[in-house]
């Protein structure tokens, strides 16, 4: 079992930067893809961004593209999410979630952050 915590969400104002966290505990992830997705109000869960395990191979919706970057430190069990050029539509509850098998399934998910951004 892979157990997920995320921090770092708040409250910006539109044009501003955030950068969240994604602590692993349970099993080493190194091993592992690792992503984001988020949630809006309303709307379905939707991804956000992935990285290999050797961070090798960078995915992206083209929503974030050049605004976002995924991030991780194997040594700290930890992923992250730089959000720059925030926008209202990235309001959303952040995820962070790991694919054990490099699948494309997301076995283990976090409780999630939230993230406003205000215009």
């Known amino acids: 079992q892979v157990q997920l915590v995320e921090s770092g969400g708040g409250l910006v104002q539109a044009g501003g930067s955030l950068r969240l966290s994604c602590a692993a505990s349970g099993r080493a992830v190194s091993s592992y893809a690792m992503g984001w997705f988020r949630q809006a109000p309303g709307n379905e869960r939707e991804f956000v961004a992935s990285?290999?395990?050797?961070?090798?191979?960078?995915s992206y919706a083209d929503s974030v593209k050049g605004r976002f970057t995924i991030s991780r430190d194997n040594a700290k069990n930890r992923v992250y999410l730089q959000m720059n050029s925030l926008k209202p539509e990235d309001t959303a509850v952040y995820y962070c979630?790991?694919?054990?098998?490099?699948?494309?399934?997301?076995?283990?998910w976090g409780q999630g952050t939230q993230v406003t951004v205000s215009s």
């Open positions: 990285i290999t395990w050797s961070g090798g191979r960078l």
């Open positions: 979630a790991v694919d054990p098998y490099n699948t494309n399934e997301w076995r283990y």
